[in-house]
């Protein structure tokens, strides 16, 4: 049963061209985790992971839902959910805010 849902959804989500290339899902990855216990990761987190390690890298959003497949909006709510947890991103933004406001002379 579970082997047909894949499929199904493989299907569903293939923009259905000819040329369209889809990887089938993997149900799940098993792994050891930190504890030493045997864990799992579904094939969404890494879909998910892969969203914000594109971001990271500098890819626009259109370009990232090319890769993972997800919808716009999809790729949008990762994006915006996990992007406040990048401290670097953030120290970059206050020094262009820093810059910015010396560069219109804004005292503060």
Known sequence: MLAEWLEAQAARDSNGGDGAWRLKPCPSLM???GAGELDQKHDQDLR????MLLDRAGCDLLTICDIPG????SAQTIVKHYRARNADR????????????RKEGMKG
């Open 70 to 73: 997800h919808s716009y909006r």
């Open 48 to 51: 998910d992971t892969c969203v």
């Open 90 to 101: 953030a120290d970059a933004g206050i020094d262009r805010l820093e810059l910015q406001v």
């Open 31 to 33: 792994f050891i985790n």
